[in-house]
């Protein structure tokens, strides 16, 4: 079972604002040691955030929860109420909480679903993430060596692997029948999956070329007018980026109320092919994104998009503008003011983003060392050994490590 994706958005009270950023704010800065949310308790989130957004249609402010978890909603808050003493206090400013005995309901009320939601492996829970990366970080630990190369010409290390590679492996002869129609299942298996990839790879090209033609930049060669970044709002995004190796991301863009339909529509091709057609840990050929989601809110007024990725804000978007400008085209030139030149405009494409971010108080992550990059190779090394155990998959998980 994939993964889940949680967003919600209440209302926090009148004057109570203030002191729930401070709150917030308190256990972002104690992320795994503060009192209030024992985060690293959780056997279920992958990833979990607390914002606060303005509220453009009433004034005042709104809370926003997102949150990435394994299992049903109702056993993940079961396990958030277990681990969060100071739930109270954080939901208790804001309109329409009665208390933990009506959570789900006050959840289910005010939650929002995503229009596309990508994830970068379908089939990992929090758990086999962990375990993968502690299999790895063990059998760095046994094996101690400081090079790999110099590993695999080690002469105690040939050795060992000439005697597991000479491990006798008797099978009685009904077995030996089993097993040679297991072979010949998997050759038929291999070439339907070979038959299946190339479907796959074409529709991706198909989606890619349509991607493409959506996300024409309305005045290619046009650059925008804006200036620099405004130098509050940056320094207060940076603030709270750059803690963990991953970043979190919060955008949200008005909507062009005659391009609301096209936008739901890019945005359904978007969660099939994230879905169905990418391959594990990618998104447009960028491998640095865990998680992302577009969500319509506040009636079809306003695109909300939430995104968990690997390394800096530039890189994150020097990433997107390399490899898919037109992708982001197509999402948000349906948004009001978004550059005449898209984003291949990367001076007024930074301002744009820069200018609809929106700072996260409370960011976890339940593996915060832990890249696309490197679960796609731990994942691997657990698969492998899990699946066979010779010479050559020895020599393999080595150079891997």
């Known amino acids: 079972m994939a993964p889940k994706a949680l967003t919600v958005i209440v209302r926090i009270k009148s004057g109570e604002a203030v002191a729930l950023h401070s709150l917030l704010a308190e256990i972002g800065s104690h992320i795994r040691t503060n009192s209030y949310v024992r985060w690293t308790e959780s056997r279920l989130v992958h990833f979990a955030r607390w914002a606060i957004l ?4 009433r004034g005042g402010s709104r809370l926003l929860f997102a949150c990435n978890y394994d299992g049903e909603l109702e056993a993940f808050l079961e396990e958030l109420v277990a681990i969060a003493p100071g739930l109270d206090q954080i939901w208790g400013r804001c309109e329409g909480y009665t208390g933990q005995t009506n959570l789900l309901a006050f959840i289910q009320e005010h939650t929002y679903k995503p229009q596309a939601f990508f994830i970068a492996f379908q089939t990992a829970t929090v758990q086999t993430i962990r375990n993968a990366i502690a299999l790895r970080e063990q059998m760095q630990n046994v094996l101690d060596l400081p090079c790999v190369a110099q590993w695999l010409v080690d002469p105690s290390i040939t050795s060992f692997l000439d005697q597991l590679a000479q491990v006798p492996k008797v099978m009685p002869w009904w077995k030996s029948i089993g097993h040679w129609g297991m072979q010949v299942m998997m050759a038929v298996g291999t070439g339907v999956e070979a038959i299946a990839d190339a479907i796959r790879r074409a529709l991706i ?29 940056t320094q207060a995004l940076e603030a709270v980026e750059d803690r963990i190796v991953q970043n979190q991301m919060n955008i949200i863009t008005d909507i062009q109320p005659v391009r609301l339909l096209r936008l739901r529509l890019i945005l359904l091709m978007i969660d099939v092919a994230a879905k169905y057609l990418f391959p594990p840990g990618e998104l447009l050929d960028i491998r640095t994104i865990h998680f992302a989601r577009w969500v319509i809110i506040d009636g079809g007024k306003r695109l909300l998009f939430i995104s968990n990725y690997d390394g800096s804000w530039e890189n994150y978007i020097g990433d997107f503008v390399d490899k898919g400008n037109f992708g982001l085209n197509a999402i948000w030139n349906n948004s009001v003011n978004y550059p005449p030149g898209g984003a291949q405009d990367i001076v007024s494409f930074r301002k744009y983003v820069r200018d609809h971010q929106l700072p996260s108080q409370v960011f976890y992550c339940a593996y915060p060392q832990a890249t696309v990059k490197n679960i796609l190779r731990d994942r691997h090394i657990s698969q492998t050994l899990a699946a066979d155990f010779s010479r050559e998959t020895v020599e393999h998980w080595l150079e891997l490590l």
């Open 205 to 233: 090209a198909i989606a890619k070329l349509l991607v493409k033609r959506l996300g024409q930049p309305t005045k290619p060669q046009t650059l925008g007018s804006y200036s620099g970044l405004d130098t509050d709002k």
């Open 54 to 57: 303005p509220d453009t249609d």
